[in-house]
Structure formats: C-alpha cells, structure tokens
C-alpha cells in the first residue's frame, strides 16, 4: 500500500490546526488543555514535564498550552487558557473519575466545570473521545482529543488541510452509504477467516477533523475515516495480541463470544474468555472503520486506523458514534471500553486483509485487496487520491 513519507507534509502549526478544526474566532474565546496523569496531583509544580513516560503530556504542555498562552493569545482571541489534569482512566474510552486538578492544586469538576470553556483540547496517553464527546453534549463545548501524539502525527496526520481531508472522507462516504453489509475475508498463519458485518442500509457516518461552532461536539484528531456501527456480526476473525499471541474471535449475533488459539500463549486467552462469559458486552462488535487519509504510518492507532486501505472494527462501547452501548450495560464499569482492532501491514504483520466486500443494493463490489484500493473503488474516488499511485 502506497504511503508518504513526512517529507510531503508542512511542518506542525497549532494556529493552522484550530482555525481550520474550529474556524477562525469572531469573539474571544476560552481554552482548557487537558492531560491524564498516573497521579493527577503531578500537574502541581510542573514535575511530568521531567518524565520520561509523559511525552505527550509534555506535548500537550510546551506546543499547544504555552503557545495558547503567549504567541497565538491575540492571533486567536485567546480570553483564558487552563492546564487541567486528571488521573489516567487505565483504558480506551473509559469514563475518568470526577476530579480535575489546575496548576495550583485547585480542584475542578468533569461534570460541573468544564462548561466554563468554549475549546477543550484533550492531550491523553488513553483515549478520552466517548466520555467527552458526552460531556460536551451536556456542557455545551466544542472539543479535539489527540491521544498518543508523537512526532510523525504532529508533523504529518496534524499539518494536513482538514477541509480537504472532510471532501476526502465524503467521496468514501458516498459509495459506501446505504451498505447492506460488508465481507472481510482475513488469511492469517495458513489459514482463512471471513466476517460478516452488517450495517443494515444505515448512514454511513464520517471522522473529518470539521467542528464548527455552534455544534457541541468533539473531533478526534487525526481525523479520516468513514465508519458505520453495525448491527449484526457473524463469523471469525484473527487477533493479534500486544505480545504476538494470534487468536481467532468467533463472532455471532453481533458479539465475540469465544477465542481459540492459533500461536502464542494460553493464559492470554483463558483471560479474554473469562472476561466474555463474565462481561459479554466486551464482545460486542460496536464500529466497522476505513482510513481515508495518505499518511505515513506512526505507530499509533489514532492515525494509522486513519490511513486509506487499513480497516478496522471495534469492540465495547458504541454511544459516543451513535450506539447503544453505554457504560450502564457492562458488568464492571472498567470494562466499559471502546478498544479498535487496527488490521495494517506495519501492526498486524501475520494477518493479510485479502479481501474487503461491500454488500449494497443486491450487487457486489470488492473495495480493497491486501491493503490496496480495487480498480473499482478508485474509479468512484479519482479526485481525491492519485490513481497513478495508489492503483499500482
């Protein structure tokens, strides 16, 4: 699959990124920039800022909260930047405890105090995208979450035009609309696996890095993908654990309800289906996902599940991407997660995604093939990707 090099891209301006994400201000505007701290209480007298381990929290810090506070005051019409922070929830879309701590040991609410803020900037080593997303409904704020930045996905996935990245994900958007169902056929150690996802004629929804004012909500940065959440799910899939253990997810009725292991170890497995008998909720089957976005891979999911070819499919929580799936129907509330499983070459180097098929209409049509767009699919999308690239 063709992938850029960082070379392609402008280097990392905070000013380009909000006024394009947020629009340029016509009135002042209040800021709070937001960090998850192993203990919260370390925001107190800066010491994170020594840490190793809190290299996005020093991000969050040096480019997006002093430059808020100084160079891009006037520019932005700054009224008041606040540095928040709050213990780290452990988990992808975990609801945080209601605690927030400001610089001087201050204490603050989740629930009650974040409605004093027009722009909320989350900077998080665990994503914080379903509770904020809900919050900000509530609260009436506007919002990005940038959970695991590193270096390439400021000066790449963050230095891109996101007006042309909102056309981008549009052209995908529209020819896979209305799906009936997609296939994905997997060939993983030898052996293949095809998963049924489906999606039930639903509205094809879109991650574009758009937020404009005047419309709650938050932007999980990078942004690029078209994702449904689907109704059904029947099948198996390969998984590639953190420690290169690969099982296979048996999937019915919209839920992984058992793991069987292909290599790696046992106890990993007895774990994972121990949770699903005792918490069937984490089975469920709650995003199918396409990347939109030439970037180059980052190592980080937050982009890499943004990058044109890869897939990916969720379990657990849904609501924050309009399903049902709120934290009030798992058994234990620390397994009210969202987690993606990102299929891409770099990530999932054992397990090929040989075939991706869109149901639609009572026609089939491959859309990818190993990564790659099919003749097919870029024949729908010649204005946006470089055909003389991604069709070799």
């Given at each position: 699959m063709y992938t850029p090099n960082l070379s392609e891209f402008q280097k990392f301006s905070l000013e380009r990124l909000l006024v394009t994400c947020f629009g340029a201000p016509a009135s002042p505007k209040s800021y709070c920039v937001l960090i998850d701290l192993e203990s919260a209480s370390d925001v107190v007298g800066l010491s994170f800022l020594q840490n190793e381990r809190c290299s996005v929290q020093q991000t969050a810090y040096n480019l997006f909260y002093e430059p808020l506070n100084s160079t891009l005051k006037d520019s932005l019409l700054v009224e008041r930047c606040d540095f928040l922070s709050f213990n780290q929830t452990g988990g992808s879309n975990l609801d945080p405890d209601d605690q927030l701590i400001d610089m001087d040991g201050n204490e603050l609410s989740f629930k009650r105090d974040l409605s004093r803020y027009d722009i909320i900037l989350a900077l998080t080593d665990y994503s914080l995208t379903a509770p904020l997303t809900a919050l900000a409904k509530k609260q009436n704020f506007r919002g990005a979450t940038l959970h695991g930045l590193n270096e390439i996905i400021l000066n790449s996935g963050l230095s891109v035009d996101y007006k042309f990245v909102s056309k981008q994900a549009e052209s995908l958007r529209l020819v896979l609309d209305n799906a009936d169902s997609f296939t994905i056929t997997f060939e993983c150690l030898g052996e293949s696996f095809s998963l049924e996802i489906g999606c039930g004629k639903q509205t094809a929804q879109k991650s574009h890095g758009l937020c404009p004012e005047?419309?709650?909500?938050?932007?999980?940065?990078?942004?690029?993908?078209?994702?449904?959440?689907?109704?059904?799910?029947?099948?198996?899939?390969?998984?590639?654990?953190?420690?290169?253990?690969?099982?296979?997810?048996?999937?019915?009725?919209?839920?992984?309800?058992?793991?069987?292991?292909?290599?790696?170890?046992?106890?990993?497995?007895?774990?994972?289906?121990?949770?699903?008998?005792?918490?069937?909720?984490?089975?469920?089957?709650?995003?199918?996902?396409?990347?939109?976005?030439?970037?180059?891979?980052?190592?980080?999911?937050?982009?890499?599940?943004?990058?044109?070819?890869?897939?990916?499919?969720?379990?657990?929580?849904?609501?924050?991407?309009?399903?049902?799936?709120?934290?009030?129907?798992?058994?234990?509330?620390?397994?009210?997660?969202?987690?993606?499983?990102?299929?891409?070459?770099?990530?999932?180097?054992?397990?090929?995604?040989?075939?991706?098929?869109?149901?639609?209409?009572?026609?089939?049509?491959?859309?990818?093939?190993?990564?790659?767009?099919?003749?097919?699919?870029?024949?729908?999308?010649?204005?946006?990707?470089?055909?003389?690239?991604?069709?070799?």
């Open positions: 005047g419309s709650p909500d938050i932007a999980n940065l990078p942004a690029g993908e078209v994702y449904f959440v689907p109704n059904n799910a029947s099948g198996s899939f390969p998984f590639r654990f953190a420690d290169g253990t690969i099982a296979q997810m048996d999937v019915r009725d919209g839920s992984i309800f058992q793991t069987n292991l292909l290599c790696g170890s046992k106890d990993l497995l007895e774990a994972r289906n121990l949770q699903l008998s005792q918490d069937p909720a984490t089975g469920v089957i709650g995003e199918l996902g396409f990347g939109t976005q030439l970037l180059p891979f980052s190592g980080k999911d937050i982009q890499d599940e943004k990058i044109f070819g890869t897939c990916h499919i969720a379990t657990g929580r849904s609501d924050h991407l309009g399903g049902h799936l709120v934290p009030e129907l798992f058994a234990c509330s620390q397994n009210a997660s969202h987690d993606d499983i990102l299929f891409a070459p770099p990530k999932t180097p054992e397990i090929d995604v040989s075939k991706v098929t869109m149901h639609k209409d009572n026609t089939s049509e491959d859309i990818f093939k190993s990564f790659k767009p099919t003749q097919f699919l870029l024949s729908q999308l010649q204005e946006f990707y470089p055909v003389d690239k991604l069709g070799n």
